[in-house]
């Protein structure tokens, strides 16, 4: 049997994967220092709040391409923007190749920051297009390189992607960078992207930080995944700089969204504020126990500076049992950094950094 040429030849799992999986064989228990889904972190959500799925509405089935009509306007209202601009999806990643699909023939680029979240290759990879990356660098805080985007633009380029605040290093875009890319995308004819899942969870912005690029990017990316604490409800959304009816096609092909989710979306959203009150106090606790980082924004990640990151994050799994993740994970652009999700329950997150503070 002959697979396509979009999945990846090599799926043999790394040397940290390998150790953690003998541990876990072995029945030794694993400080993880990695976990960033908030329905094993200890966050408590309300009971009975998943009530709101056995709404009767939800057992007539109207297959509307963009979602119901109840559930876009609760999104329209929750982000003031307008009913016609809202597009319903089962999760950002399908959000993503609905506009690769939208936005690019098989072989076009889309141009994505490097550190950044390691899914962007599979996705695109799927849909036949292909990534180039452009830099982000450190200079008490985070940065384009724009020399490095402009030199990723090529003729089959189609759509520059940010994350914003960008995962994992929680930098948010700052002003004088969004006139750029918008002077960028507007000679090349390039859309512009921005992943803003992570936006609601503020550490410390710089004051000249733009928290979103809703009106100003022509596609912004959320879903309850991050913003309530509930991946497992898949349900996602992004909201366009101007009615999209060219995304129809696409999305009545699909029809992916799940009815009960969408009728319940108005009393999951009010979920948000107390889950995410647990979660940014929870951040900010872990946060303060890290004393080499660099500078957080927002989201749930710390990037902690170190010597060697492969041998670190082997030598943590090895002789203490504690796991990270290693920059490489998520394409730093050098080596030295370590990765851990500040959603870790408190005191598994409180051992495990006393073992990485004695390592560097």
């Not at 090529?154 to 948010?172: K, L, Q, Y």
């Not at 126990?289 to 957080?296: A, D, G, I, N, Q």
């Not at 990270?324 to 370590?338: I, K």
Request: hydrophobic share 40%; net charge negative; aromatic share 10%.
């Amino acid at each position: 049997m002959k697979f396509s040429n979009r999945l990846p030849r090599e799926q043999r799992p790394n040397a940290l994967f390998e150790m953690q999986a003998e541990k876990l064989a072995a029945g030794i228990p694993i400080l993880d220092l990695t976990e960033s889904n908030p329905t094993r972190a200890g966050i408590d959500y309300p009971v009975g709040f998943l009530g709101a799925l056995a709404d009767e509405r939800a057992l007539s089935y109207e297959p509307e391409p963009f979602g119901l009509p109840a559930a876009r306007l609760a999104i329209a209202q929750e982000y003031g923007t307008s009913f016609d601009r809202v597009i319903m999806t089962a999760s950002t990643s399908e959000a993503y190749s609905w506009l690769f699909k939208l936005l690019c023939d098989p072989g076009d680029e889309v141009l994505v920051p490097r550190p950044s979240y390691p899914l962007f290759e599979y996705l695109a990879r799927l849909e036949s297009v292909a990534v180039r990356h452009y830099n982000v660098f450190y200079d008490h805080g985070w940065f384009i390189d724009f020399h490095t985007l402009e030199q990723a633009v090529g003729e089959r380029t189609r759509a520059i992607i940010v994350v914003n605040p960008d995962n994992p290093t929680g930098h948010f875009i700052r002003r004088h960078e969004v006139e750029q890319l918008n002077t960028l995308c507007a000679r090349h004819d390039l859309a512009l992207i921005s992943d803003e899942v992570f936006s609601d969870y503020l550490i410390e912005p710089a004051a000249d930080s733009v928290l979103t690029l809703q009106g100003i990017a022509d596609f912004t990316l959320n879903g309850l995944s991050k913003l309530v604490g509930l991946p497992q409800m898949k349900l996602a959304w992004m909201i366009t700089k101007r009615p999209m009816p060219e995304l129809e096609i696409i999305a009545d092909t699909y029809l992916s969204v799940g009815t009960p989710v969408q009728v319940a979306l108005p009393a999951l959203l009010g979920l948000r504020r107390s889950i995410q009150r647990q979660i940014i106090e929870r951040v900010r606790h872990n946060l303060g126990l890290v004393e080499r980082k660099l500078v957080v924004e927002a989201g749930w990640y710390a990037v902690i500076p170190v010597l060697d990151e492969e041998e670190t994050a082997l030598g943590l799994l090895r002789d203490r049992n504690v796991l990270v993740q290693p920059g490489y994970f998520y394409d730093f652009e050098r080596s030295g950094y370590l990765v851990v999700s500040l959603l870790t329950r408190p005191e598994v997150f409180e051992e495990g950094i006393r073992y990485i503070r004695s390592s560097s």
